[in-house]
Nanobody, 117 residues
Framework: QVQPVESGGGLVQPGGSLTLSCEVSSGSSFKRTVMSWWRQAPGKERELVAT?????????YYLESVQGRFTISRDDDKNTIYLQMNRLEPEDTGVYFC????????WGQGTQVTVSS
């Protein structure tokens, strides 16, 4: 069964940077799939962070609080999406997940991002 595999999380100080990766073994259909990153902070619901449309017409969308700090991208040859996170804040702490925008796949285990001094 296809399941995203997220990686790249860690502990970083406020103002630092991390790059997350997510590989989805969904074959050739990946390049036509709108993909997103979500995050879930302790005690809170999962929220949509960023979305990238398919390569035919690339557009990106961001949660207002990460606009200008985070960049989502994709490499369809590797069935992988990325999230470059700069100027990280303590409020960015949480488990980060990727999935199709329409949640087509089972949720993976996510990758933990902790922003703390």
């Amino acid at each position: 069964q296809v399941q995203p595999v997220e990686s790249g999380g860690g502990l970083v100080q406020p103002g630092g940077s991390l790059t997350l990766s997510c590989e989805v073994s969904s074959g050739s259909s990946f390049k036509r799939t709108v993909m997103s990153w979500w995050r879930q902070a302790p005690g809170k619901e999962r929220e949509l962070v960023a979305t990238i449309t398919s390569k035919a017409w690339i557009n990106t969308y961001y949660l207002e609080s990460v606009q200008g700090r985070f960049t989502i991208s994709r490499d369809d040859d590797k069935n992988t999406i990325y999230l470059q996170m700069n100027r990280l804040e303590p409020e960015d702490t949480g488990v980060y997940f990727c999935n199709a925008r329409d949640v087509l796949f089972p949720w993976g285990q996510g990758t933990q991002v902790t922003v703390s001094s």
